[in-house]
Each structure stands twice: as C-alpha cells, then as structure tokens.
C-alpha cells in the first residue's frame, strides 16, 4: 500500500504541475479539490478503500503541485521591472560561472538594485566572447532591460525561450550592455572550485590541441563551447552529442574515486560522509544542469541505500529524484528538454535494456560492445518521439556510431583527466599521456565526422502535434508492459512494490561520459545504466 501511495501521491504533484504550467488553475476549484480530498480520507477511514485514499492523495498532491507553481509567480519584480522603459542602470553579482558560447558568453546577474531602487532579480547578459569576468564579480551595466521571446529554431520548432529562462530563474535579458567591473570573489567555496577547474583546464590545453582538446573539456566538464560549432554538428547527427552532457556517469566516477580512495582508511560511514560531499562538490563544479542534479540525487540514494543496508529500487529512486526536482523547481517539467531527455532515457534503461539483453545475446560481450548496444538502442527507443518534437532531427547512424565510440570514451576521459593531473606537475612527464589522449580523442572525431558526412546519417522530421507524442509514449509503453508479462523477467509494473527484488546498482569502474549512473544487475546479467 505504501508503494501505491508513493506513485499516486508523484502522479498527483506531476499532473498539478504540468497543468499549471500551460494554464491558470482558479483557486475555487483547488478549495474543491482539497475538499473532496478531505471526503476520500474520511471514507478511507471508514470503509478502508483503497480507491479513495488513492483519489484522495492524488488530489490533495495535484493541488500542492498546482499551489507550487503558483508561488513562484508571486513575486512582483518581474512586473516592476517591465516598467522600465528607458535605460536601465543594474548593479548586482555574478552569481554562476559565466558560460562562453561559440560566439557571446551568458552572464547570470543577481541585482541589488536596478535604477536606484532595491530589487532582486536575475538577469542573463549577453557579453562579447572574450569577456574577462568571473564568478562573484561586481557589475553595473546599463542597457536596455528585455523580455525574452519565443524564437524558431533551424528545424522548424517554435522554441520556449521564456520558459527555458524561467527554469533558470532568469525573468529579463540585456543584450551586449556597457558594464563597469569590480572583482570580487562571491562564495569562497564555489570560488575555489572555480579556479581549480580553469587550471585543470589550462594544464590540459598546454599538451593537447584543438579540437581534440576541446573534446576531452566536453567529456571531463561538459564545458559548453568545448567542441565549436560544426563539431557539435557532428556530434548531433550521428546522436553522440549525449557523451559532452554531464550526468550520471561523471558522478558515478567521482563517488568511485572517494570511495576507493578512502575505503583504507574510514568505515563505510565515513566513505558514505566523503562521498556526498564528492557528489555535491562536483555539481557545483560543472554547474548544477538538471541532468547533473538528477544523476547526483541518485548516486546519493545509491550510497545511502548501500550504507544503511536498505534496498536501491530504482525506478522509485528516479521517480523520487524528479519528485524532489519538481518540488524545488516546477519549470523543469515542461520548460527543460534536458530534464525532459535525462529522465526518459533512464526509464528506458530500466524498464527495456533487460529485455533487450536477451534479445541480442548473440552480439558478442568483448570490450562491452553488447551492453553498448542495448544501453544505445533502449535509450533511443525512449527517447526518439521526445527528441523528434523537440529537436526534429533523427539520425540514422546513432545506434552504430554509439557501438563504435562508445568503448573509447572511457578511455579518453581517464586518459584526459590524468593529463591534466600530470601536467600540473611536469609537462615534460605529461607529453607520453597527452599523446595518448589526442589518439582517443582523435578517434572519437574522426568516427562523428566520417558518419556526419554521409548524406542520409541524418533527416529532419516536419513538426507535429503534442498529442502524437504522447500517443507515441503511451503505445511504447503498452509495448514495453506487453512484454513484461510476456518475459520470465522480474516484473517493473508500477503496483509491485517488490518488482525490483534481485537487482542491484553497482557502481562502475573507470569510464567515462557516457554518464552511466551505475550498473543493473539481472539475472540476464549487468547492464550499465547511461544518461
């Protein structure tokens, strides 16, 4: 019973959220549905039906999540600021680590006043590339204060700009203002971070060139102007673009790092102590993306389950990391193609990569081609009717590019992060390592390339309706139900609260950015969990 609470109480904050985010909810009928709510839980009490303390709990979660959404438009500063007509002179902190794009860097602004009055807002500046500014720094700017707009992308799709900002807390734009600079450090912890990560990335750009070098940044950091435009090209239509996407693997790896490491000396307590520190210091290191947040909600269940002696059943571990995600920030459900792509994906490494593995058990194990396969063709599967409204790009080579390049990205990013160890001792002592990882990272390029330039490695997909994606999901998940009661596999239905009996999540050794958040165990063996 407590499992059917769990999902109807989830169902019921993600169906009050997503119906906020397209419409007005008047507060009449949230009253009329907390009171019969209310009615549900007396004649549960009474009569001890479950079907009414279901319908209660979704309704009395459908209002909480409607309730939520609501109160991040309280705030009047938004308004406050759209009266501004003329120049507006803003002074505030940066409070993020500025992001360098292919052609302007992205400032996250935290006003203390905007026009000589005391408002806190965030707004994203547009600044030339080479900019000099840094986290925690002081600037004053004037330029003309705007809302962002809903533009079309190459592709055909209308693009929530508004929204996408949204979810990053972002109301108002200003576009290259004239500023004024006054350094500053802002956190010291997330200061210190910052000046690691830029001289990791210093050490490794003395030994390796572009564009490999920019490829092990991507890997390592998911840093965004890594790869230049027509390597991003490439990466998207061969649909490897996922492995420059920090997420669950990046975390993975640094959890085995501390744990190894201090398994010598500290009791798994202290280990389950360092390792969450390890999580949340490399989110904020690499900037805390909802791909990123979700795999280190996750990774943290991981290690807690683990050292508490309490079953990890997965499914409910990621239903509960976006639970808590939804929570903090409601704009990730409908604003966030990302958050969107993450969670789909790795349902669909739990609930179809086991059959799959049986499905091609003929494709040979070495060097982990079969486990690649499945891990590319379940996420794909999920994926391809979010990614074709979204983006409308489908790619014809992903699944054979993803077996080919796949393998080597474990070895390029290890091969990455210890040049860039290395090489803050000794360049010297680095140039055997550098060498090596151009060899990886070149391999990765040549492969995206060679398949991009093929004329059919790609097509585009007119746009269509909402309501055919969702008709897509609902018969992808009939299918994959059908095929749960057709296998001899432990079951994942949703009301089966011992559906994830007999598997594990174990963490997986060195590999990189793929973002495997750790690894399935079946009876039809392991399976590493990506994206």
């Known amino acids: 019973m407590a499992t059917h609470g769990f999902y109807a109480l989830t169902f019921g904050f ?17 009253i009329a549905g907390l009171v019969v709510s209310f009615i549900g839980a007396l004649w549960w009490a009474r009569r001890h039906s479950r079907p009414a303390l279901l319908l209660s709990l979704v309704l009395l979660a459908g209002s909480i999540g409607i309730i939520r959404f609501d109160a991040t438009t309280w705030d009047p500063t938004p308004v406050i600021l759209d009266t501004l007509t003329e120049t ?3 002074t505030g902190a940066v409070i993020r680590e500025p992001e360098v794009r292919e052609r302007t860097t992205h400032v996250y602004l935290r006003t203390s006043t905007v026009a000589e009055r005391a408002l806190t807002a965030t707004v994203l500046l547009y600044l030339d590339r080479n900019t000099d500014d840094t986290y925690g720094d002081t ?11 809903r533009c079309t992308t190459n592709l055909g799709r209308t693009f929530d700009y508004p929204g996408y900002l949204r979810a990053r ?6 576009y290259y203002p004239e500023y004024v600079r006054e350094p500053a450090r802002g956190n010291v912890l997330l200061a210190a971070l910052f000046d690691f990560k830029h001289a990791f990335m210093r050490s490794i750009e003395s030994l390796i060139p572009e564009p490999q070098v920019g490829l092990g940044q991507g890997l390592l950091l998911g840093v965004k102007s890594a790869l ?23 975390v993975m790896l640094v959890v085995v790092f501390v744990m190894t ?8 307590r202290g280990r389950l102590v360092f390792g969450l520190m390890a999580i949340a210091a490399f989110a904020l290191l690499v900037g805390l993306s909802a791909t990123v947040l979700r795999a280190s909600i996750m990774a943290s269940l991981i290690l807690v389950a683990r050292s508490t002696g309490r ?20 704009y990730l459900l409908v604003f966030d193609t990302g958050f969107q792509l993450s969670f789909v994906a790795t349902a669909g490494l739990i609930l179809l990569a086991p059959h799959l593995e049986r499905v091609v058990a003929f494709v040979p194990s070495t060097i982990g081609i079969r486990e690649f396969l499945v891990a590319t063709l379940a996420t794909q599967l999920f994926v391809m009717p979010l990614l074709l409204y979204q983006i409308g790009e489908f790619s014809v080579v992903s699944v054979l590019v993803n077996v080919l390049v796949l393998p080597m990205v474990p070895v390029a990013m290890l091969l990455t992060f210890l040049t860039g160890v290395v090489g803050f001792l000794s360049a010297s002592l680095a140039l055997p390592l550098a060498y090596a990882t151009h060899l990886s990272l ?10 991009a330039g093929l004329p059919f490695s790609s097509y585009v997909v007119p746009p269509f309706p909402a309501w055919f994606m969702v008709l897509s999901y609902a018969a992808l998940g009939y299918g994959v139900w059908w095929w749960h009661q057709r296998s001899k596999l432990p079951a994942l239905a949703m009301h089966d609260r011992d559906a994830l009996a007999g598997w594990t999540i174990e963490e997986v050794g060195a590999e990189p950015k793929t973002e495997p958040a750790g690894e399935l165990r079946s009876p039809a063996g392991p399976i590493r969990l990506f994206y």
């Open 442 to 451: 070149s391999y990765i390029i040549v492969v995206a390339e060679w398949f």
């Open 88 to 90: 507006a002179i803003l």
């Open 169 to 174: 807390d972002v109301t108002h734009v200003m």
């Open 139 to 149: 600037l004053t700017v004037s330029g003309e204060l705007l809302r962002p707009e």
């Open 311 to 330: 079953s990890y059943a997965v499914m409910r571990a990621l239903i509960f990391a976006g639970l808590i995600m939804l929570a903090i920030n409601p």
């Open 228 to 250: 230049g435009e027509e390597l991003e090209m490439a990466f998207r239509k061969t649909g490897i673009i996922h492995i420059v996407v920090l997420s669950g693997y990046n």
């Open 261 to 268: 490491i201090f398994a010598y000396v500290l009791g798994l």
């Open 14 to 30: 993600t169906f009050g959220v997503l119906t906020r985010s397209f419409t007005a909810v008047p507060y009449e009928w949230l």
